[in-house]
């Protein structure tokens, strides 16, 4: 499975991104997930120390969805160490003493808890607004929002018009 990872004009779009905040519209089957989680990695292994939550509405959806991937992505790369991944904490620490760390907004003490370099919101459109506020308010630096278009909620009506923020829908064909 090593090196089995390629690029994709998602992921491309996606690493030109600027604003603080990167809000990610895209169907099923479009990379959104993947490929924010790609950039996620890299620039954790390329920065020291920097420390990235990644955030859904539950610990069983970000099993077999986000996490899935992150730890495909890992092991596809040859990146991924054992000793390295807590299973109980759900947190990847890489070598530089970067992590990465998966937690959902249905456990309230980490809404409020610690605050963090980076932030990915994955499914934003079942996370409430009060959730990503708070985690948000704790993010000192990127804000990576993803969801599929459903229907419009808070990262249309409050976040896509703020001078911060980029918004870029992605499309089966980008993968």
Do not use: C
């Amino acid at each position: 499975m090593m090196n089995s990872f390629r690029v994709t004009t998602a992921l491309i779009k996606l690493s030109k991104l600027s604003s603080r905040k990167k809000i990610v519209q895209g169907g099923t089957s479009a990379s959104k997930t993947f490929s924010i989680l790609a950039i996620l990695i890299d620039r954790s292994i390329r920065t020291d120390g920097l420390e990235t939550s990644v955030v859904s509405e539950s610990m069983p959806h970000l099993r077999r969805g986000a996490m899935k991937d992150f730890l495909k992505i890992m092991m596809s790369t040859g990146r991924f160490r054992d000793s390295q991944w807590n299973r109980s904490n759900y947190k990847y620490t890489f070598t530089n003493g970067s992590y990465i760390e998966f937690f959902s907004v249905d456990q309230p003490d980490k809404l409020r808890g610690a605050r963090r370099n980076v932030l990915y919101i994955n499914e934003a459109n079942n996370v409430p607004f009060e959730a990503y506020n708070q985690l948000g308010t704790r993010t000192s630096g990127d804000i990576w929002i993803d969801f599929n278009p459903s229907e419009e909620f808070w990262a249309h009506t409050e976040v896509v018009t703020e001078d911060d923020s980029d918004f870029i829908i992605l499309t089966y064909k980008d993968n």
